[in-house]
């Protein structure tokens, strides 16, 4: 039984991906035991963050880190620490207007919602989102008319989420940012290089925990060390309902450090969306083949594409019925509106990948009979 059938939740398959609606990630063994440990100790909360920050900077070759519950609670304490400094009567008035620069300029192909919107987290934090260019095109020079004297950082978003084509460029935003001397912000929450945004030129980068990581439920920022210090300056104000718990705090670190000595799956997971892709080919109305990430990381996916009539039910009409089964399967649905579903192999569990041929086969068999 899983513990959450304990609580009367139903038993699930996530193939969807890393989807906090599904808890994000489910942790290795390790981390399970950190999560464990921290929860029946005592820490002074202010000496961990200092220290996990630490870990965070080892980890990704920055000056220092944060941890925080999320990335989207990065964005917060560090748009608000931009803003606020580590100004006590700043701290407090935040999120409301306090003097001096508050807009963060971003392009409109990257406001994007990725399950909440990136823009109400700038304005939690106390920023005032400015979006400029079109939703397909965005150039230098938006970005650059854009800058006034109340411009307090500019926010370059690298997400699936994101519009991919068109937008200006992290390096010409660096490059703008450095003219101007203003930071340049990263929110880097799903991707697998954490320490590359930094290297590349951001002073602070926004990262979940529970994503590309693997950890607990988590995040961080990373990045220079001033402004590491006015977002850890946040816990104070608007960042104290966002508390980051020790456990999550012991948890983030041990998965960080354990990071670049997990074994790459990607291979491994190829291979079992081979299999899967071979034995639905064998099913009518189904066409699957394996591929690889639209945003270019290490993930190969079982793509699925369906013939409603043949199979008997479209791509929607199949991915509803499958989360109504037993186990619930959640496939990644992203393109099922153009009649295709996807699989996930990482957040598979072992076993998991025949139950989910099971379901799919089993649903054609049962819309054939009926
Ligand atoms: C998931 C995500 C977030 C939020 O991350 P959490 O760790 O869930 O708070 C922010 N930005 C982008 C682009 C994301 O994909």
């Keep these: 039984m899983s513990v959450f059938e304990r609580l009367g939740c139903r038993p699930i398959i996530n193939a969807s991906g890393k989807m906090t609606a599904l808890g994000a ?62 100004d006590l009567d700043r701290i407090e008035a935040i999120p409301g207007p306090v003097e001096g620069p508050r807009e963060i300029i971003l392009q409109k192909g990257q406001s994007v919602n990725f399950g909440a919107s990136i823009e109400q987290m700038i304005r939690i934090g106390g920023g005032v989102p400015v979006e400029v260019g079109q939703a397909n095109h965005v150039e230098a020079a938006h970005v650059e008319g854009a800058i006034g004297p109340n411009t307090a950082a500019l926010l370059y978003v690298k997400s699936h989420h994101a519009v991919q084509k068109g937008m200006a460029s992290l390096e010409e935003m660096v490059e703008i940012a450095r003219r101007h001397d203003l930071p340049m912000l990263v929110d880097a929450a799903a991707e697998e290089d954490f320490g590359q945004y930094f290297r590349r030129g951001a002073d602070l980068v926004f990262c979940s925990g529970g994503k590309a990581l693997n950890g607990p439920t988590s995040g961080f920022l990373c990045g220079r060390a001033d402004l ?16 980051v718990g020790k456990e999550a705090v012991l948890g983030l670190c041990t998965a960080l450090q354990g990071y670049h000595d997990r074994p790459d799956r990607s291979e491994e997971q190829r291979v079992q969306m081979e299999d899967l892709c071979a034995r639905l080919n064998r099913v009518d109305g189904l066409t699957a083949a394996v591929a690889a990430d639209e945003a270019g990381r290490a993930i190969y996916r079982a793509r699925i594409a369906i013939d409603p009539a043949v199979y008997g039910l479209d791509a929607l009409e199949a991915t509803r019925r499958l989360q109504e089964g037993s186990p ?6 992203h393109y099922a509106n153009t009649g295709v579903i996807m699989i ?12 989910i041929g099971d379901a799919i086969v089993a649903l054609a068999d049962k819309e054939n009979q009926s």
């Design 328 to 333: 619930a399967v959640f496939v990644r649905d």
């Design 228 to 243: 590491v210090a006015a977002a850890r300056a946040q816990y104070a104000g608007v960042g104290r309902p966002m508390k």
């Design 25 to 86: 990630s489910a942790v290795e063994d390790d981390v399970a035991q950190a999560l464990a440990d921290a929860a029946r100790d005592y820490v002074e909360i202010s000496e961990l963050l200092v220290k996990a920050g630490r870990v965070i900077a080892e980890a990704t070759g920055t000056p220092d880190g944060l941890p925080t519950t999320g990335a989207a609670a990065a964005i917060v304490l560090g748009v608000a620490g931009v803003i606020a400094g580590e």
């Design 344 to 355: 996930d192999p990482r957040p598979l569990r072992p076993g998991q990948v025949d139950a």
